[in-house]
């Protein structure tokens, strides 16, 4: 069953509950290089379930989102209250053929525009940090949430990055 808005909206800021987001942020990249190197070639593009992204479509999805989080951060500081589309992230991946891009070109892509979102980031007033923009699905997002929601983000595609590449032995049942 697939999870409605409130409920995504629930499990990704349960991830990054207590933790500070644009630190959380500025450290992707670097662990999504090191679970790079883990990967074998074949390993990287199998996919964990029919349904279910392998690590090449994840790392090509992160970098498409960054692009998206630029453009809505931007927009939000240019015109708050800026209208925010959403976008069909499996239309993206079958229009962006993430199953047949390079990990490396998508991780530095992803590299490259997580580096200028967090130096904008950085850069904002206290005030700014509550402009916000109205979600096409979420509603009224202030580049605060917005930013712990992309920390989030990037929690639950580490989280299942490392079950793809380490997935957990599957333990015996005790006999009785």
């Known amino acids: 069953m697939k999870e409605t808005v409130q409920q995504y909206i629930q499990r990704i800021q349960a991830k990054i509950a207590g933790k500070d987001p644009v630190r959380t942020q500025s450290e992707t990249a670097k662990r999504l290089a090191g679970m790079l190197r ?75 525009l997580r580096e200028a979102n967090l130096g904008l980031l950085k850069s904002l007033s206290p005030e700014q940090w509550k402009l916000f923009g109205m979600h096409a699905e979420r509603g009224e997002e202030s580049i605060e949430r917005l930013t712990q929601m992309i920390a989030g983000h990037d929690l639950n595609h580490l989280e299942q990055i490392e079950c793809i590449l380490v997935p957990k032995p599957v333990r015996a049942a005790t006999p009785r």
């Open 38 to 112: 883990r990967g074998t070639p074949a390993k990287l593009k199998k996919r964990p379930a029919p349904d279910k992204w392998s690590v090449v479509e994840i790392l090509a999805h992160l970098a498409d989102v960054e692009m998206v989080t630029g453009w809505r951060l931007r927009s939000i500081l240019a015109a708050p209250g800026t209208p925010i589309q959403a976008f069909d992230q499996d239309a993206w991946a079958a229009a962006g053929q993430y199953a047949k891009r390079d990990p490396r070109k998508s991780l530095e892509q992803f590299r490259i």
